[in-house]
Structures are given as C-alpha cells and as structure tokens.
C-alpha cells in the first residue's frame, strides 16, 4: 500500500497550525514535507521589530526544528512549478517532490512594478525579513545625515504603522528626520470610521510626520518622488507601502488564479480546478470572494485546513471555511500606543499597545519548537 505523501509549500501561518498537529496526520502513517525557502517571519511583530522595539530574532523561527520535532521532513527551497498530471513539484533546486496532496501558503508581495522606478529605488515592506534590515540602514542614514528625509509611499494601516515606527527609531537615535507620509486616498486608511483616521492622523501629526493625501506617488528616483499631479518630494529613504499582491508563483502553477489576489480556492480551501490542491491566507482568492490581506484570516483557516488536507488524503468530507466580517486590528504607532479596530468601534492609547504585545508574543511563543526534555542519569 503506497504511503500518503502531504507537502505544505510556505511556512505561513496556515502552515504552521497544521504543523502543530501534525500528530493527526503521522499516526495514520501520512508522510508530510515542509518547502520553505527561509525562515517564518511574523507580520505581527514586524513594525515594532523595525521601531527597534523587539530584537530581529523576536520576530522570527526556523520551522525546521518545528516540524522535525513533529514527525515530518523539512526541505529549504523553493517550489517554482508543479506539474500536475504526474502529481510532482518542482524546486528551484532541482528536486521533484511528489504529493497525494498539496497546500500553498506563500504569503503576498509588494507591487514594485506599480510604480515607475520603485523596483530600483524603493524599499518594499515585504518581505518581512528586509524590515530588519531596513532598521540597520536607517540607523545608517541616522549617522550619516544631519537630517535624513524619507518618504513612505502608501495610506493603509502598514504604511501608517511604518512611518510611526521609523520615527520612533529615529527619536530612540536622537535623529531629526523629516518624515513624509504619501497617500494617493483623501484621508488615511480610508475604509476604516472617518473619526479613527482623523485621530490616527493627529497621533501621526503630533510626531511631526508630514501627510500628504492625495497624493499618488507615479515614480521613484534616487533622492526623490513624483506625484501625479507634479508635485516632487526630496527623499534619501523611499519605503514602498502600498497594497500587497499574491506571489507570482501562484500565476504559473497551470491553476485558476489572478495576479491580484493568487490562487482560486472553493470555501473549502481547495483549489476550484483539482482536489488535491490547496491554499490559504494571502496567496489566495476565496470562494470568488478576494479577502483582506491580513494575518488573521490565515491564523483562523488553520483548523479548517488541518482538517480538510487529513480530510482529502482519507477520501471524507471536507469542511467549509467560514470568513468572520469583522475582526481585530491593533497598529503599533509606537511610544507605547497603538490604535485599535474591530467593525466601528476603535481605541487608541496605551491599552490596545498591552494587548497586541500580549497576543503577538503569546503567539510566536505558542509556535516555537520546545527542546526536549534531558534524559536523568539514574547511575
């Protein structure tokens, strides 16, 4: 009897729930790999990590130990097709990888071709692991220039979040910068309550961090940015916040899928094309149903996709994937506040920074890989 074969491409949130369990699926005799190219980076931590808040090894974990510790395999590469009638993946590093069943949950990526000369000039949020890096060369650019002036191009919730926790960087430095805040909406997070983005406006303003809404950033240059509407903007630093895409990776599997939102899944997580094919979080388009990008939505179909993945390889049924509407959201703007926003209701202050520290901890905590307990010497 052939033995079942599970392969999870990404260590994602998703991912690393069902690796967390993966008891349920090495106890009916399923073989499961992990292919990642990396390490997990957690999106939760990332800002605070840039603010110089949290250490880079905070934010992180290597999912080799994680999944090893469980019973499964672990390969750092990455997958780069599939080929789906011999039911084998592709790596970058040459290696086919055979599955009975497979689940992608690879995240999402910053636009650069969106904006002329970003790609070159631009610093992208993601991935994670560059914020990091991003911290040091600030911290650089703090040394090297009397008054530094970076721009971060974008108005959600991540560009907000950014430019409050490069300025708290540059105030733990003793750094006069001049920070610019670019959004192409008319107000900041322009689908959250008006009364939320006013008062997130003012936290912004009180740091001396200057906004400019409407204002859609078309090009990039070494030391500036243009507007669309000619306005240029002097910038040593441009960071590019704006809206996140589904990898590339899951354009050319030979899957429905678009640029946008990534690969089409049914509400039971399974791609609309094979059934032994699955995705979850950022790199996927729901149920015809584009998601919000954020991190919450990969953490909750974690259970839903622990089930379904067990559920294919023993010919059951699967389970649906039931999206809440509203959920929590807590930006760090750094100084120990943060903002707040579930639906309508928001809070900003001191209060929502203690909570998302308690959460985003309890978190990585919860998915470190614990050692194994030392034998006693009884001689």
Not at 156 to 178: D, M
Not at 212 to 231: L, T
Not at 286 to 310: E, Q, S, T
Request: proline share 7%.
């Amino acid at each position: 009897m052939q033995i079942p074969r599970l392969v999870l491409v990404g260590a994602g949130h998703a991912h690393l729930h069902v690796v967390r369990h993966l008891a349920a699926f090495t106890r009916r005799g399923v073989q499961v790999m992990l292919v990642d190219p990396g390490c997990f980076w957690y999106s939760g931590l990332a800002t605070g990590m840039l603010a110089g808040q949290y250490p880079c090894e905070a934010d992180w974990l290597d999912p080799a130990p994680l999944i090893e510790q469980a019973g499964g395999t672990f390969m750092r590469d990455r997958v780069d097709r599939l080929d789906l009638e011999a039911q084998c993946a592709h790596t970058a590093g040459g290696t086919c990888v055979p599955w009975d069943a497979i689940s992608f949950n690879i995240g999402s990526e910053v636009a650069t071709d969106a904006i002329h000369g970003a790609a070159e000039h631009a610093w992208p949020v993601k991935p994670i692991a560059g914020l990091c890096r991003l911290r040091y060369r600030l911290v650089d650019l703090f040394q090297q220039h009397p008054h530094p002036r970076i721009t971060v191009v974008g108005g959600g919730p991540t560009a907000c979040e950014i430019a409050a926790g490069i300025e708290q960087l540059a105030h733990a430095h003793g750094a006069a910068i001049q920070l610019r805040l670019c959004s192409s909406a008319a107000r900041l997070i322009a689908d959250w309550p008006a009364r939320a983005s006013s008062a997130l406006t003012r936290e912004l303003h009180s740091r001396s961090i200057r906004i400019e809404n409407d204002c859609r950033i078309i090009r990039c240059h070494s030391d500036h940015v243009e507007a669309a509407d000619g306005r240029q903007h002097e910038s040593d630093l441009t960071i590019l916040a704006t809206g996140l895409r589904a990898p590339s990776l899951t354009g050319g599997l030979g899957l429905p899928a678009d640029r946008a939102h990534g690969l089409h899944v049914n509400a039971c997580l399974q791609s609309t094309a094979h059934p032994r094919i699955f995705g979850a979080g950022d790199c996927i388009r729901f149920n015809d149903r584009p998601l919000p990008k954020v991190g919450i939505y990969g953490v909750r179909a974690g259970p839903i996709l622990r089930d379904n993945l067990l559920a294919v390889l023993r010919g059951l049924p699967l389970r649906p994937f039931r999206p809440q509407r509203r959920y929590l959201v807590i930006l760090n703007l750094g100084r120990d506040r943060a903002l707040a926003m579930r639906g309508r209701w928001w809070w900003l202050g001191r209060g929502p920074m203690w909570w998302k520290h308690w959460l985003d901890h309890r978190f990585m905590q919860r998915h470190r890989p614990h050692p194994r307990p030392r034998r006693r010497n009884w001689q």
